[in-house]
């Protein structure tokens, strides 16, 4: 990690569906929680871990892509729009108790620099949002700054719905690892968890 979060900034992340719709977010002290709304890309999978046949996609509308996981006998879905992705999720739950679905997110580590005191904390994250919206053809489902009490720390994260898009954000060659966006500029990365393998890294190697 090229800056290393504070201990009051670090967030612990439980991903849990509620009403088949979000996925909600924790901070440490579990005092406050943020909706994600849904994003492009599904994780299904089997519980059994038995292979899934992947003639139940053929029929979803807005299918854009489809890429298999053989390790863990699961496939990563990318849907045209939101809309898509939640009517998928929808029909593919109802298909077989065995069946998981689930909404795929990744997590993109960025350094920001020229900010101070005056810098509004709500502008600075819609720039950066309609930043990344617009060049790399992402859903921003959630954006944070990280602050020491009102003081800016130059850094944060934000999640968003495609692999494609991450993948954009992070090219050295053609893509937006480095950013300038006004007087700011910094540098995404990827974000660095090393408690857990995700499904989604597990997506990125396959």
């Known amino acids: 990690m090229p800056t290393k979060q504070t201990k009051s900034e670090t967030t ?5 569906h509620k009403n088949e719709k979000v996925v909600e977010e924790y901070n440490e002290d579990k005092s406050k929680k943020t909706v994600h ?5 599904l994780l299904v999978k089997s519980v059994s871990g038995n292979k899934v046949n992947s003639s139940l996609f053929d029929n979803l509308e807005g299918l854009k892509s489809q890429t ?5 006998s699961s496939y990563f879905l990318t849907f045209n729009t939101v809309s898509d992705a939640v009517n998928a999720y929808k029909k593919l739950k109802n298909v077989s108790s065995d069946l998981r679905v689930k909404y795929s997110y990744y997590r993109v580590f960025f350094t920001m620099n020229g ?3 005056a810098s509004d904390y709500n502008q600075v994250k819609k720039d950066l ?3 990344v919206n617009k060049n790399a053809g992402a859903t921003v ?6 602050r020491q009490e009102t003081k800016f720390l130059g850094c944060g ?8 898009a991450m993948n954009t ?4 060659e053609g893509g937006l690892k480095d950013y300038s966006m006004g007087s700011l500029s910094g540098t995404f990365y990827r974000y660095n968890n090393k408690k857990e393998k995700t499904d989604d890294n597990l997506e990125s190697n396959a």
């Open 12 to 16: 612990k992340f439980t991903k849990t």
């Open 37 to 41: 709304k849904p994003g492009r890309t």
């Open 68 to 72: 298999e996981t053989k390790s863990t």
């Open 115 to 117: 900010l101070t005191e």
């Open 129 to 131: 949002m309609e930043l």
């Open 141 to 146: 489902l959630y954006c944070k700054l990280y």
């Open 157 to 164: 994260d934000f999640t968003i719905d495609t692999l494609d």
């Open 169 to 172: 954000l992070l090219s050295k």
